[in-house]
Nanobody, 119 residues
């Protein structure tokens, strides 16, 4: 089992910045990707950014140029630096990891952290 705990959410004005953190603990091995998803009220959960184990990072179009995802494997951590935040970025942000467990990709989710962008 892998446990994921997010932190760093909060209230920020439009144009501001936030840095989200996700710390993984437990049976941390063969994690092939870690990423960030978000879910706004009344909407489906959507991908924000994913970092593959080889270092490749993919972003949603809405995040490109404003958000930067990074991993610190030595700390079992994943980060999301969010700049130039917009009201439409308001959502619960979830940390996600995929682990190969007995040859099967297994998903893990954190509990989420609220990000609110409002003046």
């Amino acid at each position: 089992q892998v446990q994921l705990v997010e932190s760093g959410g909060g209230l920020v004005q439009p144009g501001g910045s936030l840095r989200l953190s996700c710390t993984a603990s437990g049976a941390i091995f063969d994690i092939i990707s870690m990423g960030w998803y978000r879910q706004a009220p009344g909407s489906q959960r959507e991908l924000v950014a994913v970092v593959q184990s080889g270092g490749t990072t993919n972003y949603a179009d809405s995040a490109k140029g404003r958000f930067t995802a990074s991993r610190a494997d030595a700390k079992n951590a994943l980060y999301l630096q969010m700049n130039n935040l917009k009201p439409e970025d308001t959502a619960i942000y979830y940390c996600h990891a995929v682990q190969i467990l007995f040859g099967i990709p297994t998903d893990y989710w954190g509990q989420g952290t609220q990000v609110t962008v409002s003046s």
